[in-house]
């Protein structure tokens, strides 16, 4: 009797241990499941975001090159000032897609690139405001009938082409930079120094 008492209770304690340990075990197969889902979820809105932001400046540069090379004329020579026109309206609809997502890109690039990779886009921003503004003055000279080839000539050097420094080089290195932390997974909370507030956001009003 007492033998069979403690094999019921031997297999009781088994089923019982058995069963906890396959639970925990399937509980730690869903949360390593969600943890790669997460992870998966966090790249590809992280590569989406890298993605629309690159377009968006290889754009500008685009629309900032034509705009300059329709503006390059030298003094007497005949200027299509239609031509000019229709770059110009293609350069500011493109800066209106971009200031409208100013903040937004910052934003999104601290949260999942990094402090590192804000910064450098904040410091892009400048560069180009720069470089706008000198293509812009190109533009109005050529309308006054100014010649323009040898300043034109200038301006695009600080944007065109791979040259260190160069406008263009710093986009691609910025590029560069995202794409790397996208293969090595180092995006979302895995990013380096991950952007936060620089201060406590203020209570909304009531």
Known sequence: MENIVGIVVGFALTTVVGGWWAARLQERSWAR?????LRQAEQERAGAACQDLMSLLDRRLYRMQRLLWAAATDRGASLDLDEIERRRKEYVEVLFAWNDRLNTNLSLIGSHFGDEARVYLDRLYEDFKRVGQDVEAVVRE???????????SDIERKFEGREIGSLNDRVYQFGLMLMGQLRDGRVGQNAPNVSAPRRPLAPAPR
């Open 33 to 37: 499941q969600n943890d790669v889902q």
């Open 142 to 152: 050529a309308r006054a009938g100014e010649e323009t080839t040898r300043t034109a």
